[in-house]
Structures are given as C-alpha cells and as structure tokens.
C-alpha cells in the first residue's frame, strides 16, 4: 500500500467519525466489490478509500502543477506517448476514420485531462476537445492551467441538447475527440437516457448509447484506455480500437468495461451506486 493510500484510508476513518455519508460510501463501494463483482479481499478493502484516493491524487497533481508551472509528470507522458503512437497508427491505417479516445473512468480526472493535454502537442493539434460529466474548477481555474482543452460540458448545460452539433464539429476540424464511454448510465439521470443492451457479468446490463450513435454516423473508432497507480506509480492499459459502426461494439465495450472493472474496481471513481450498469429506463 502506498504512502498515498495509506493516507486515504486515514482520511476515510477519520471523516466516517462525523461524516455518515463517508462512512456509508465507502460501505456501499465494498459491498458492491464483494457482491456482485465477487472481488478478492484485498481490493474489496481498498475500494473504500477510493474517493480520497482521488481527491489526493487530483489535487497533487493541479497545484503542483499551477505552483511548479505546468510541471512535467514522466510517467503519464510516456503513456500519452504510447496513446498517440497508436492514434498515428491508425490515422495510417484508416485515414478517413475519425477516432474517439476514451479514458474510463480511473484513478483521477485531472491524470487523465494531463494525458489529453500532453495528445494535443503530440498530436500537433491546436485544441482537443473533450465530451465531460465532472463539475469544472473545483479547485481552480481549470482553463488556465489546460488551455488546450475545450471541455464540451454535459452535466447541467444549458446548451447540453447541442453537444451532438459540437461533437461532429470537432471531429471534422481535428479528427480525434475526447469521450468518456464508461460512464454509467444513472450518472446522467436528470436527462432521457439512450442506452444499448449488453452482457456484464453472466447478466443483462446497459450502458450509454451516446458513443454508439455518434460514432456510427462518422464511421468512427474507439480508443479506450484506463489508469492504475500502483506502488506510487502510474500504469495504463490501452485497449484494442473499436469500430463503432460495427454491430458487436456496444458488448465489445461492455467486455473492456467490465474487464477494467475487474482489474482496477478499486480504483475506479465513479464505483458506489448500486445500480452500476444494471438499471437505466429506455428513452
């Protein structure tokens, strides 16, 4: 166990003395590992201190680069590096096929927006833009320290019925945008759900059309990746592309999602709501 999560599970004993709701999350986090992922005890136990882990981490990683100015962080470089090698790939291979690059949903936001960013220099783009559920500058202003980054905001826009529009536009200008594909469906529960039929775990489950629909309409590929951090260290695993227009690419995403799952549950943000990816009404 790291230093880091070390420090977490502190965090996590100390807030659950006052903090019911603390104490109840990481509960429901490990029951859900325990239950219906039927998870070995070492990750059931730490899946409780994940939210703190996070919070460690993203807040390490935005003010020691807003204090240090825009430090560098060699081992998300390197996997920034492995993640554009593959996007070039393809760009050779199938040139007319625009790609979405989906980090799910793992150790922390602001690693992976330091990935995205690092892309768009490498890439040689002037701007990547990046389709976000996560509240912006919780701890600052995040536009200054990523200026590279245009964040096409979902949760709570105003303007959230044109994100197709703005989608399309960023795919046509740079090729290549920013999705988060496994992002369960109840976490967009203010707003009709579009959701595909899967397989996840020997049971029907569902998960977010949205990737689907656009990315079938442009012919398009899925890149999905996700983090760890192991032993004070950033890994990645980079996932075969998808074909998005290809009939088996929503149980093919399910496949990578709940091998993700499997893998990294402890590390995954969005992990305590009981539902996962079982329940979401039809639009």
Not at 127 to 146: A, C, E, F, M
């Amino acid at each position: 166990m790291t230093k880091a999560e070390q420090l977490a599970n502190i965090m996590l004993r100390v807030n659950g003395l006052f903090n019911a709701v603390c104490r109840a999350y990481g509960n429901i986090r490990a029951e859900i590992a325990r239950d219906i992922l039927h998870l070995p005890a070492a990750q059931i136990k730490r899946s409780r201190a994940a939210a703190q882990l996070e919070k460690l981490i993203d807040q390490r990683i935005y003010f020691g680069r807003d204090i240090r100015k825009h430090e560098a962080l060699p081992e998300l470089d390197a996997i920034a590096e492995k993640l554009a090698a593959r996007i070039r790939q393809l760009k050779r291979d199938v040139p007319n096929q625009p790609v979405f690059v989906s980090p799910f949903h793992y150790v922390s936001q602001y690693a992976n927006i330091y990935i995205v960013e690092r892309l768009v220099a490498l890439l040689d783009l002037k701007s990547l833009s990046v389709v976000s559920g996560v509240p912006r500058n919780q701890y600052g202003d995040d536009h200054k320290l990523i200026p590279g980054i245009k964040v096409l905001y979902t949760y709570g826009d105003a303007n959230r019925n044109g994100l197709g529009v703005r989608v399309a536009r960023a795919l046509k200008r740079d090729g290549v945008v920013v999705l988060f594909s496994d992002v369960p469906p109840f976490t967009m529960h203010r707003y009709p759900m579009e959701t595909a039929e899967v397989r996840m775990f020997g049971r029907s489950a569902r998960i977010h059309n949205g990737v689907f629909r656009m990315g079938e309409s442009f012919n398009a590929l899925l890149l999905p990746f996700y983090l760890r951090f192991e032993r004070g260290h950033f890994e990645a695993h980079i996932f075969d592309h998808i074909p998005l227009a290809a009939p088996d690419a929503p149980q093919r995403l399910a496949n990578y999602i709940e091998s993700a799952l499997t893998d990294n549950y402890q590390q995954w943000t969005p992990g305590g709501h009981p539902a996962m990816y079982s329940f979401a009404p039809n639009r």
